[in-house]
T-cell receptor, first 113, second 112 residues
């Protein structure tokens, strides 16, 4: 069982609101990731982190921002939610190295109305 | 460029074998993975294969890699209803941040 948690699981919010999606892992992993997944589509990497105070943009451009103040915590923030942000957001973590298993959280399904 | 493609749906009868296929475009990948996603859950690593191997067997799972054709397959023997899920193919690349490129996933439906 993976020790990586995302909250909330589901969120419906109005346009223009600021939201933060939480992701926490208790495995001490240095690397953490955020993926965006639309129904029937690929997972797209939007942010990643090598460790504390490290954050990088992924392959898919996103208006969201992330922070990594603590190893175990990698929150994602949208300053002003829009309907185009409606999607599923998956957080993952892994140990350093080329072939290491990525552990995924259960995801947050975000709907912006 | 990096691209991973999978067929979206597969339906099989319980007890039969399932074969899920994946093609990828970037030959510099180092590892190829199969992840499973059950309803309402995150992705779970099922198995992986190093890019210089052509086959890996793990209980009911057999992974075949044809590097020349850039084709990866996952065979599930004696498919059970509990195998119903979405299966994602992914490839990773050496260096950097353990970047994983995912396909869109194949939804496997197992019927009696």
């Amino acid at each position: 069982e993976a020790d990586i948690y995302q909250t909330p699981r589901y969120l419906v919010i109005g346009t223009g609101k600021k939201i933060t999606l939480e992701c926490s892992q208790t495995m001490g992993h240095d690397k953490m990731y955020w993926y965006q997944q639309d129904p029937g589509m690929e997972l797209h990497l939007i942010h990643y982190s090598y460790g504390v105070n490290s954050t990088e943009k992924g392959d898919l451009s996103s208006e969201s921002t992330v922070s990594r103040i603590r190893t175990e915590h990698f929150p994602l923030t949208l300053e002003s939610a829009r309907p185009s942000h409606t999607s599923q957001y998956l957080c993952a973590s892994s140990e350093p190295g080329e072939n290491t298993e990525a552990f995924f959280g259960q995801g947050t399904r975000l709907t912006v109305v | 460029g990096e691209d991973v493609e999978q067929s979206l749906f597969l339906s099989v009868r319980e007890g039969d074998s399932s074969v899920i296929n994946c093609t990828y475009t970037d030959s510099s990948s180092t590892y190829l993975y199969w992840y499973k996603q059950e309803p309402g859950a995150g992705l779970q690593l099922l198995t992986y294969i190093f890019s210089n191997m052509d086959m890996k067997q793990d209980q009911r799972l057999t992974v075949l890699l044809n590097k020349k054709d850039k084709h990866l397959s996952l065979r599930i023997a004696d498919t059970q209803t509990g195998d119903s899920a979405i299966y994602f193919c992914a490839e990773s690349f050496s260096g950097g941040y353990n970047k994983l490129i995912f396909g869109a996933g194949t939804r496997l439906a197992v019927h009696p």
